[in-house]
T-cell receptor
Framework: DVKVTQSSRYLVKRTGEKVFLECVQD?????MFWYRQDPGLGLRLIYF???????EKGDIPEGYSVSREKKERFSLILESASTNQTSMYLC?????????????FGSGTRLTVV | KQEVTQIPAALSVPEGENLVLNCSFT??????LQWFRQDPGKGLTSLLL?????REQTSGRLNASLDKSSGRSTLYIAASQPGDSATYLC???????????FGTGTRLTVIP
């Protein structure tokens, strides 16, 4: 069964810390995405990557960066965590191939910044 | 910008009922539409993917339809069960774009 794995289900970090959220997929997907989900705001795209070392800003990239050194791994970095970054973070991946380009999501990381 | 709306925001039905969830989108130039299910505190599980050239997709008790010209999709759930209780999200991929635009979801409760 295809999988997107997020390394942590729950994280608690202090304000100002540098935080790494890791995502790994085993499906050889070209595209990978990071979303955050907040009540009343739905899912918002932070960054996505369509190839190794390639990245594109989404709707809310401020305060975040990403890294994709290998095809299967996409990391989200909070350079200096703030309380307004407390949220559910969701990683997803997809193929480019027509007809097989549905998204597969990980189980999410609930991050609390105190 | 593509806007995706799901109405109602919440729905309660007795077990066994057939039900329809609605999704509308403002830009009909879509590439595909995907329905997801999300359980509380969990990630999203893909239910059905409909390409722009298709009119419907079926999986078990689920049937999703797509009417691009009117900017609408429906998710039909037959013979609902308590285990169907979850939030259902639709998401649209615009032509020429890589990312999805999500609705805010319909929270479904199936009462035993």
């Amino acid at each position: 069964d295809v999988k997107v794995t997020q390394s942590s289900r729950y994280l608690v970090k202090r304000t100002g810390e540098k935080v790494f959220l890791e995502c790994v997929q085993d499906m050889d997907h070209e595209n990978m995405f990071w979303y955050r989900q907040d009540p009343g705001l739905g899912l918002r795209l932070i960054y996505f990557s369509y190839d190794v070392k390639m990245k594109e800003k989404g709707d809310i990239p401020e305060g975040y960066s990403v890294s994709r050194e290998k095809k299967e791994r996409f990391s989200l970095i909070l350079e200096s965590a703030s309380t307004n970054q407390t949220s559910m973070y969701l990683c997803a991946s997809s193929l480019i191939r027509l007809g097989q380009d549905g998204y597969t999501f990980g189980s999410g990381t609930r991050l609390t910044v105190v | 910008k593509q806007e995706v709306t799901q109405i109602p925001a919440a729905l309660s039905v007795p077990e066994g009922e057939n039900l329809v969830l609605n999704c509308s989108f403002t830009d009909s130039a879509i590439y595909n539409l995907q329905w997801f299910r999300q359980d509380p505190g969990k990630g999203l599980t893909s239910l059905l993917l409909i390409q722009s050239s298709q009119r419907e997709q079926t999986s078990g008790r689920l049937n999703a339809s797509l009417d691009k010209s009117s900017g609408r999709s429906t998710l039909y759930i037959a013979a609902s069960q308590p285990g169907d209780s979850a939030t259902y999200l639709c998401a649209v991929k615009r032509s020429g774009a890589n990312n999805l635009f999500f609705g805010t979801g319909t929270r479904l409760t199936v009462i035993p």
